[in-house]
């Protein structure tokens, strides 16, 4: 499947990049921070907007420790419990959410953790189903994704060719068809030697599905380039300000870079083009001016024969080409041709 409807958007094969500008929980469980996640990523260009739903209750256990990424954002005092049970929002804040992004013009998307969340979303007619990478092996909950007969974008950071196959099975066998891949690597942030960008050709082979990147690592090289090589989609987490307590803020955009990306990106998808070689309309209006052709080094008298030695090659390329010398040598003046003057057929017997 070469593209894949998502709202009044198509991704794939010859549509333009679809970004996916990831707040995830850099709204640090505030509602109005989250409004301005929204408005922030309309502003820069995004074409979607996405949050994470999820009841801490279903996500993690109690005892689990925070990972070294989120020590750094949030410190070593507390679990990941205590930390993630802080950026859960409630059924409310999603319909406020929603609304919000409504009114900014902007597609509103979320990842669900838990079966809960697929059904609190779906009731709000998300228009599709963002999959993070850690649930990639949970069919469980893919099954109950997919049961909702809506186009799924799932991520595959930590898998193997094996994993994805088996996950994508659980999806179609929902009769679920519509699936973006995003290529990721899943550390906070990533290392760009180990992107591996062209894994994204791998995707692309081996499962026949539209491909993009959901990108971690710090900066916007890797996401432009990504574009460059036919991602259909990038996910780039995003923040008010990195310097905010939290997880996820040091790795994410601030909205002038994330701004400045999708920019990049535009660019880019324009600078592409369709592939054939041929000069352009502005190359056209050059050529006379960059071009040679082929004039007379000395004076040449009427009726002369034209040898090589009384030829040059100079601008304005608005004569006979130099690469048909050959044909002019051996020739007659037919009037005098005074030196640099251009030598056309015309003036030759």
């Known amino acids: 499947m070469l593209t894949v409807q998502i709202a009044n958007t198509r991704i794939g094969q010859g549509e333009p990049c ?14 109005n921070s989250a409004k301005e996640l929204i408005r922030a990523a309309r502003r820069a260009g995004a074409s979607a907007v996405k949050f994470q739903a999820f009841k801490t209750e279903e996500l993690v256990t109690r005892g689990a420790e925070k990972a070294p990424y989120q020590k750094q954002g949030t410190g070593n005092e507390g679990s990941q419990f205590e930390m993630i049970q802080q950026l859960e929002l409630t059924e409310r804040d999603f319909e406020e959410l929603l609304a919000c ?24 007619r998300v228009p599709t189903f963002k999959v993070g990478s850690g649930e990639i092996t949970n069919l469980p909950l893919l099954k109950h994704i ?58 692309g082979q081996a499962f026949g599905l539209p491909v993009g ?31 905010l307590p939290g997880p996820d803020h040091r790795a994410s955009l601030e909205p002038g870079e994330l701004e400045e990306m999708i920019k990049s990106i535009r660019e880019v998808e324009a600078a592409l083009g369709d592939g054939m070689k041929r000069p352009t309309v502005g190359e056209e ?11 007379a080094r000395v004076d040449i008298p009427a009726s002369a024969i034209i040898s090589q030695g009384m030829l040059a090659f100079k601008r304005p ?20 041709i005074q030196a640099g003057e251009l030598i056309t057929f015309d003036k030759l017997l």
Do not use: W
């Not at 659980?170 to 942030?189: F, K, M, N, T, W």
């Open 213 to 243: 990147l959901s990108d971690h690592t710090l900066g916007i090289t890797i996401p432009i380039a990504a574009v460059a090589l036919g991602a259909c989609a990038i996910e780039k987490h995003f923040t008010l300000n990195k310097n």
């Open 317 to 336: 390329g608005t004569g006979v080409e130099p690469k048909y010398a050959d044909l002019i040598v051996g020739k007659k003046a037919k009037d005098n």
């Open 146 to 203: 997919a049961g909702k007969k809506k186009p799924v974008i799932l991520s595959t950071g930590m898998a193997t060719l094996d994993e994805i196959e088996e996950a994508l099975a659980a999806i179609r066998q929902e009769g679920v068809a519509d699936i973006v891949l995003l290529h990721c690597v899943s550390c906070y942030p990533a290392r760009v030697e180990e992107v591996n960008l062209r894994a994204m050709d791998t995707l």
């Open 285 to 295: 209006e050059n050529k006379g001016i960059a071009r040679r052709s082929i004039v």
């Open 18 to 31: 679809f970004i996916i500008a990831e707040a995830g929980v850099n709204h640090n469980g505030n509602i």
């Open 101 to 124: 992004a409504q009114e900014e013009g902007i597609i509103f998307l979320s990842s669900a953790f838990d079966k809960k969340s697929v059904d609190l979303l779906d009731r709000l």
